[in-house]
């Protein structure tokens, strides 16, 4: 739910490229949304549709090369964030937004006792001495629920288990109370279980510091129970987004109807589960019109000569989607 | 405690492989028909009598043995066969810190070029530097350091007269043999550096830490370095085995007095005593050295267990 | 809808899926792995290289070469690189020996002692002939490949490019024929550790239990044991008076002891890298795959480990050769490896560190051995590194 009318982050027409040896593929093609203080957006996707590689490009971190911002912008606050300079972003990164990974096992160094991982941050951003530092890692460690802090702290990674180091990576994450928190994935990597304590505590603390968060992930189930709106992506589009209660109820997009049909819900019986035909899409030869026409049920001439706008529709809560053959409903049913 | 534990038990592998070496080695040198005071120079029977005697050749094989490995054990090699005024022991005393110079100070030469213009040529990938220095290295790798050395020598100390050709005592004098016995080890670092250190840069964490706001200067040094080390402490092992192999023939062309000359000596010459107890002198080294390499990977790598 | 109308399009559909599944898969790994090697640039010019080297090598009986250990000290000693012609007087000998044979035959009529006498001289000349002096006594293949030369280029030798030694023998020859024995170590020696070190890591993996830990304690107490030294310290007893002799007794050369020695202490990192692969590939679920379609064990082995362990033991081969060739070197150039009249590089380095003296550097003497062993060296790791690259992209890019 936007709790207020300023967005904290505008990313508008962002292109990405990234060159292979092979060819040029366009990872981020156009893609533009808002996030609002205190709100929780989802983005869903395949892998290899680029949301990882969205939300990088934020932090500044795409890997270049072969990875290349060629277009767009991204304000955070008002302020531009891809014209900035290493030292800006610095100052950025970790400090106004933070970021937590998919996997927990290898997004911590191995080689630093959790302690050095967590004052280094504390005392850079917030120029802690040593002593204060320690003190306030051993606070976050206690907030984000891991017993005998105190003593826990001067362990190395490798001693804690997957969902103990997810929440290091969330203390890690909210210690300089960043205003946008950024989770690739992070209850992928991890056991049922967990997966629904992690998202307990992130909901938690989001409710404690105020912070707006993007949440990326393939679960359908995830973003249900802890996103306010969902941005759907395919082959470096954002071909759906709305709130997630639209999205959930009225799906726009053949693909999102995909994705809602091939996911398991309690509320259904099993024999209703289905796969989406075809393959992930090639990013190195994307079929003309709508790249996702091979794999569409819906499919029409026009699907393969025409790549598809983006619509907004005109109703409350905002929808936006890119399909034709919606945009021919609206058209035929004006 | 685990430390402890691991030394402990290493001591008792180093023994098993000195007493291996020692009792191949002891038969070996009995194997030789006539014994091995058979050398060229025709013997009298009183003389070979007494040598026989000196050296405890008169005894039955088997006594022999265990006397001389009671000795060996005691520390004590015997006198020398060709060198006939000197104990093994004294010899070796002699050349032990020679060459312990020379090694040093060709892998302190090898690790710290090698890793920096590894660190360099990984964090500058497909750059200038990186190539030359990876070129240079594979250079370094492939000329064997006798060749290196032979070459330098007609360079440097005959075309442009900046070193002397041979000997030991000078600081002038030990440069040319150092770089040469370094220079391989180097490369290999070199390449190891960049290798590791490129691979630890890929990892997950590596991202973490740009994404909290270090300069990449922190990342590099703090979080990317203790990974890029991993590989090459675990080929200082072998390093040290081939530093101590490169000085034989180093301190051959350089005319150095150290334990690498003697032992070739003594080979050539067919020095068996001397030789003897400068192979038991390298395998203990060896050992010591490796272990304390395995010690040092411990440390880095919080991960590993001592076993 | 009836399901005989949706079972055609089901069928459809999972033909098409499979159809594509077919269209992905990929070309195998040795060509892939080739593919990526010729892109390499430098590991294909190092490929060029080492094939020329290699072919040169083969070839040298029958290249117009001096003679590689024909002594001319009062004449040539120590000449420095020069274009002047070189000519044998073999042809000369022939010559005359044609024409005893010719008087022989000519005579053989009248004076049947004179002929008998001939004949003997004539059969002197074949056994003293020229080939076995200027080329030591060679071997059946050798000498044909002589004679061939012979018949292309008669007496035409190539000049002494590269000068001279201190006893009047030809470098340029001497390079080509060290070239043969350093090579021949390098591959020899390589495939001596290639079959202990496979055998040995093979059989410990696939037994496991005591044998494989007995077998690897033996493999941790050999790693810390100084085989270099041993190796001289087995070659200086080889070569006291009493061995050298015995051995000669069962027709074993030197030579070969050295080969076997060197592949004899190779083979314990290989040991160990297959013996790590066959334990993990022994658990693989491809392996059980095939056990579960009945495929026999010799089929497991050789169709599924064997393919698998190839690309390691390949790479492991790109760092032995160029070790095996440069610790021949090493010992030959400590005078603890090949022996006159056998030439090696190293002992052709060595040759030339000896010339060194204060007045005079004699630099020919050892930067064209030392840099025909440094360029086989430096392409064969360069090869090395490709053939890696190639066969595990996975490091390539990282």
New interface residues.
């Given amino acids: 739910m936007p709790s207020s009318d300023q967005p904290i982050l505008e990313v508008k027409d962002l292109e990405v490229e990234f060159h292979t040896d092979s060819g040029v593929v366009q990872a981020v093609n156009r893609v533009s949304f808002d996030l609002y203080p205190g709100e929780t957006l989802g983005i869903v996707g395949e892998s290899g549709s680029g949301k990882s590689v969205t939300n990088l490009t934020m932090l500044g971190l795409t890997p270049q090369p072969p990875g290349k911002v060629v277009g767009g912008s991204v304000k955070y606050d008002g302020q531009e964030l891809l014209s900035l300079s290493q030292k800006q972003w610095q100052n950025v990164r970790g400090k106004k937004i933070a970021m937590i990974f998919q996997d927990p096992m290898t997004a911590l160094n191995p080689f630093l006792t959790v302690e050095e991982q967590l004052v280094e941050v504390t005392m850079l951003h917030m120029g802690l001495s040593r002593a204060e530092a320690s003190k306030h890692a051993i606070e976050l460690l206690q907030k984000v629920g891991i017993p005998g802090a105190e003593k826990r702290i001067g362990d190395y990674p490798h001693q804690f288990s997957g969902g103990m180091r997810q929440r290091v990576m969330i203390a890690m994450a909210i210690s300089c109370q960043p205003d946008i928190l950024i989770a690739d994935e992070p209850t992928t990597a991890l056991d049922v279980t967990i997966q629904a304590q992690i998202l307990e505590l992130m909901k938690t603390m989001q409710q404690e510091f105020g912070t707006a968060i993007i949440f990326i992930t393939h679960d359908l189930g995830v973003v249900a129970s802890i996103c306010d709106r969902v941005m759907v992506m395919y082959a470096g589009r954002k071909v759906e987004l709305s709130t997630t209660v639209n999205i959930f109820k009225h799906p726009r997009h053949p693909y999102t109807m995909g994705l809602l049909s091939s996911a398991p819900r309690w509320d259904q019986g099993e024999d209703e589960l289905q796969a989406i035909d075809g393959q992930p899409p090639d990013l190195l030869n994307l079929p003309t019109g709508c790249s996702f026409n091979p794999r569409c049920q819906f499919v029409q001439d026009e699907c393969l000569q025409q790549t598809p706008p983006l619509i907004t529709l005109d109703e409350q809560p905002v929808h936006q989607h890119a399909c034709i053959r919606e945009i021919r409903y609206l058209k035929e049913n004006r | 405690m685990q430390v402890l534990t691991f030394l402990f038990k290493r001591f008792g ?2 023994i ?2 000195v007493w ?2 020692f009792t ?2 002891f038969f ?2 009995r ?4 014994g091995p005071l ?1 050398g ?1 120079r025709v013997l009298s029977e009183a003389v070979r009598a007494r040598l026989e005697a000196r050296y405890n050749l008169d005894a039955p094989i088997s006594e022999q043995y265990f006397t001389h490995l009671w000795n060996t054990v005691r520390l004590d090699f015997g006198p020398s066969f060709k060198m006939q005024d000197f104990t093994v022991n004294e010899v070796l005393a002699q050349g032990f810190p020679v060459s312990a110079a020379l090694g040093i100070l060709g892998m302190v030469f090898a690790i710290t070029i090698g890793m920096t213009s590894g660190v360099v040529s990984a964090v500058r990938r497909n750059s200038v530097y990186d190539y030359s220095f990876m070129l240079l290295a ?2 370094g ?4 350091n ?2 290196l050395a ?2 330098l ?2 360079i440097f100390v ?2 442009l007269q900046m070193f002397p ?1 041979a000997g030991w005592g000078d600081i002038s004098q030990i440069i040319l043999p150092a770089f040469c016995l370094g220079a391989p080890f180097a490369g290999y670092i070199a390449r190891l550096t960049r ?1 590791g250190m ?2 630890v840069l ?4 590596i ?10 200067r ?1 990342v590099v040094l ?2 990317g370095l ?2 890029a080390l991993l590989p090459v402490v675990s080929y200082l092992g072998p390093a040290i ?1 081939g530093i ?2 490169g000085s ?2 180093l301190e ?2 350089f005319v150095i007095p150290g334990m690498g000359s003697h ?2 000596e003594a ?2 010459q ?1 020095d068996y005593t001397l ?2 107890g ?2 038991l002198t ?2 203990v080294l ?2 010591v050295m ?1 272990t304390l390499v395995d010690l040092a990977y411990s440390i ?4 590993v267990k001592l076993e | 809808m009836s399901i005989a109308d949706q079972q055609p399009s089901e069928l459809e559909r999972l033909t098409k899926i499979l159809r594509e599944a077919h269209d992905v898969q990929g070309v195998s790994l040795w060509a892939d792995a080739w593919k990526r090697l010729k892109r390499n640039r430098a590991a294909m010019c190092s490929l060029w290289i080492l094939s020329i080297i290699v072919l040169l090598a083969i070839l040298t009986p029958a290249l117009p070469l001096q003679s590689p250990i024909y002594q001319d000290v009062k004449n040539r000693e120590l000449l420095p690189p020069q274009w002047d012609s070189f000519e044998l007087d073999i042809s000369a000998y022939d010559e005359e020996t044609r024409r005893l044979e010719a008087e022989a035959l000519a005579i053989k009529a009248q004076d049947g002692e004179q002929y008998i006498k001939l004949l003997a001289l004539i059969t002197a000349r074949e056994q003293t002939h020229p080939i076995k002096l200027y080329w030591n006594d060679p071997g059946m293949i050798v000498t044909a490949m002589i004679e061939l030369r012979l018949a292309l280029f008669g007496d035409y030798c190539i000049p002494s490019i590269f000068g001279t030694d201190k006893l009047g023998r030809d470098v340029f020859s001497r390079v080509f024929w060290g070239s043969r024995v350093s090579l021949a170590c390098g591959f020899i020696a390589t495939f001596v550790s290639l079959m202990i070190g496979v055998s040995y890591g093979a059989i410990s993996g696939y037994m496991g239990g005591w044998v494989d830990n007995i077998m690897m304690r033996t493999v941790d107490v050999f790693y810390s044991i100084p085989f270099i030294f041993i190796v001289i310290f087995i070659m200086s007893f080889l070569s006291s008076p009493g061995i050298r002799e015995s051995l000669a007794e069962y027709e074993i050369d030197q030579i070969h002891v050295f080969f076997l020695l060197i592949g004899a202490i190779y083979w314990l990192t290989m040991a160990r890298v297959v013996r790590g692969q066959v334990i993990s590939l022994k658990n693989e679920q491809f392996i059980e795959a095939a056990r579960t379609i009945g495929a026999t064990r010799m089929q497991i082995v050789f169709r599924h480990l064997v393919p698998n362990v190839m690309g390691i033991v390949i790479v492991y081969l790109t760092l032995t050769i160029p070790a095996v060739i440069r610790f021949e070197a090493f010992l030959s150039f400590l005078g603890m490896g090949v022996n006159a009249p056998d030439i090696s590089w190293g002992l052709l380095v060595n040759e030339g560190v000896q010339v060194i003296t204060i007045i005079k550097s004699y630099w020919w003497m050892i930067a064209f051995s030392g840099l025909a062993l440094a360029m086989t060296l430096f392409a064969l790791n360069f090869l090395g590194d490709g053939v890696r690259d190639a066969l595990d992209p996975k490091l390539k890019n990282k």
């Fill in positions: 592998w180093m098993i492989t291996i070496v191949v080695s070996l040198m194997q030789i028909p006539g058979n060229e594979t250079l790798i492939a000329i064997p006798f060749v032979a070459m020598i007609v005959f075309n050709a290798t490129l691979e890929g990892n997950d964490y991202r973490t830490a740009y994404a909290k706001g270090l300069s990449p922190t703090k979080h203790r990974g085995a101590l192999t034989l023939v051959r062309i032992f070739i080979a050539i067919r030789a003897m400068a192979l390298y395998t060896l050992f490796n880095i790598d919080p991960r």
